[in-house]
């Protein structure tokens, strides 16, 4: 199971969708997460674009903390679509985050 919270990845995703406007809050969003839940987000990141699949939850964050060579706020800022991959990661967790959607609308 994942230690990041739904809520923390609502928030990524929705600076991700304001673009250069929250560039600098999204920047310090990520960098203020504790070492694992970047690892888990990049991870969600990665299921959702298809380089792991779902199941393989555990292998993804493993991997995300062993190859990471950049800050993860450079990261994955850097990858294209991030808040779709993160929504298309969420959906193959089965993670629901409707409540978390709404707190923030």
Do not use: C
């Amino acid at each position: 199971m994942l230690e990041i919270t739904p809520a923390s990845v609502v928030q990524v995703i929705f600076l991700a969708r304001e673009g250069a406007i929250a560039e600098a809050q999204l920047r310090d969003f990520i960098a203020g997460l504790n070492e694992d839940d970047k690892a888990e987000l990049t991870a969600i990141a990665w299921i959702g674009r298809g380089s792991f699949e779902a199941e393989d939850i555990s292998e993804a964050v493993e991997t995300a903390r062993a190859e990471a060579t950049i800050p993860t706020e450079d990261y994955l800022m850097g990858m294209p679509h991030l808040a779709e991959n993160l929504e298309a990661g969420l959906e193959a967790l089965d993670i629901d985050v409707t409540g978390e959607e709404e707190d923030l609308l």
